[in-house]
């Protein structure tokens, strides 16, 4: 599966945006999808999880309460909704894909998009 993270943009803290990630082929939904973040000199942040259907979520500390990943199958693509933004949230965001779930390190998925950059910034 090749995957296409966009959205990205620069917003002021306490702002809202919306990534999405949009995927090739039709076996998308056979795909658990985790959305990660790297900020510069950074190692890889897992942000976010979704498994297949879409029933099930998961979410990293620092994003609790104010990210929301969903999913839409039939338009092949999954989405970070990012609420009460915060300069720490300043990074690279990147969608990835695997067929397993639950799964929050990096190297455990198999498929990356490029990153969408996203800059909070008064």
């Known amino acids: 599966v090749q995957l296409q993270a966009s959205g990205g943009g620069l917003v002021q803290p306490g702002g809202s945006l919306r990534l999405s990630c949009t995927a090739s082929g039709n076996t998308f939904s056979g795909y658990a999808v985790g959305w990660f973040r790297q900020a510069p000199g950074e190692g890889r942040e897992f942000v976010a999880s979704?498994?297949?259907?879409?029933?099930?979520?998961r979410y990293g500390d620092s994003v609790k309460g104010r990210f929301t990943i969903s999913r839409d199958n039939a338009k092949n693509s999954a989405y970070l909704e990012m609420t009460s933004l915060k300069l720490e949230d300043t990074a690279a965001y990147y969608c990835?894909?695997?067929?397993?779930?639950?799964?929050?390190?990096?190297?455990?998925?198999?498929?990356w998009g490029q990153g969408t950059l996203v800059t909070v910034s008064s």
């Open positions: 990835a894909a695997d067929q397993a779930f639950p799964l929050k390190y990096a190297e455990s998925f198999d498929y």
């Open positions: 979704i498994n297949q259907s879409g029933g099930d979520t």
